[in-house]
């Protein structure tokens, strides 16, 4: 089964202010550490450019229109605290939506075995009427519930590791049973929610980390909570929020992780998907803010991905 991969050189020209954690080096240090030869066999295609329509899967028109509305023509604008648009942001969260969506196709299509998707913006902080935490959509919750529109998914699971809560997917799903969201990540720590008492639905499983916390304290967080749930759901597709910024070397948390541990909870998320979810696997890039960290992490999860 192929591992795809999409990416697109827009996802560069989204730019944030200098010294902004958020930026295109990122994507720069991936594609670097992808061109290493045991990458050769990726299914490297270029990401499609999404449907505005897509945005409203999980977001009131309100909310696309303010976010156009703002993106400026020259320059840099704050949206928030730390959100910034340039005039190429548009267009680089609508292909990040074009990506991950495509992902969730070539899944249930059979054209790829799993898919990994680099791009940024990043989505998982996007509440329903709120960009926030360097991401104006969320573009995990739209892919999931495209897998459940064009697809015929009853159920998605979506699988949190970055190392902030995902309190934008958490909002988005908090009333719908159809999706399960499983986030492990440090708490506390921005954006501040994501204790085990919010559990929506019952949908909403969070697992949080306390800082120092390394892999050790990481696996049982998917032993005792993420991966029961995920059997208990019995999802048709996991999309997986891959943030990296739980990895020992990032600026911006506390967690001790390191890209064995990544490649750990990829192998075991293989094996729910392919338990569970006729091995059906979307990975989107979130987080992830050293660049040696990402790189090597981006690694090791890409080079396990290749190997269901
Ligand atoms: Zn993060």
Redesign the pocket.
């Known amino acids: 089964m192929v591992t795809r991969l999409y990416t697109h050189p827009i996802y560069l020209d989204h730019l944030t202010p200098p010294g902004h954690p958020e930026r295109p080096d990122r994507l720069r240090a991936i594609e670097r550490v992808l061109e290493d030869e045991r990458f050769a066999p990726l299914d490297r295609q270029e990401a499609p450019c999404g449907d505005e329509a897509a945005i409203l899967y999980a977001h009131p028109q309100a909310h696309l229109d303010k976010v156009r509305a703002a993106i400026p023509h020259e320059g840099l604008v704050r949206i928030d605290a730390d959100t910034s648009a340039s005039p190429k942001s548009w267009q680089a969260a609508l292909t990040a939506i074009g990506a991950a969506n495509a992902a969730v196709d070539d899944v249930f299509s059979g054209a790829a075995g799993n898919v990994f998707v680099a791009a940024r913006p990043p989505g998982h902080h996007a509440e329903k009427t709120r960009a926030m935490g360097f991401c104006f959509f969320n573009t995990a919750a739209i892919a999931a519930r495209h897998a459940q529109r064009r697809h015929g998914a009853e159920r998605v699971a979506i699988v949190d590791w970055?190392?902030?809560h995902g309190n934008g997917t958490q909002d988005v799903f908090w009333d719908d049973p159809s999706v399960l969201y499983c986030s492990t990540h440090q708490m506390p720590l921005y954006p501040g929610t994501g204790g085990k008492d919010e559990t929506g639905a019952g949908n909403i499983v969070n697992a949080p980390l306390s800082a120092g916390d390394g892999g050790d304290a990481f696996k049982d967080a998917f032993r005792t909570c993420i991966l029961p749930a995920l059997d208990a759901f019995h999802p048709d597709l996991i999309i997986v929020s891959a943030?990296f910024?739980a990895h020992y070397r990032d600026p911006?948390a506390e967690l001790e992780l390191t890209e064995q541990d990544f490649d750990w909870a990829t192998a075991e998320l293989m094996d729910s998907a392919a338990r569970l979810a006729g091995n059906r696997l979307v990975s989107l890039l979130?987080?992830g803010y050293d660049l040696h960290g990402l790189a090597f992490s981006v690694a090791a999860h890409v080079a396990r991905l290749m190997k269901g």
């Open positions: 970055d190392v902030h943030g910024d911006l979130e987080g």
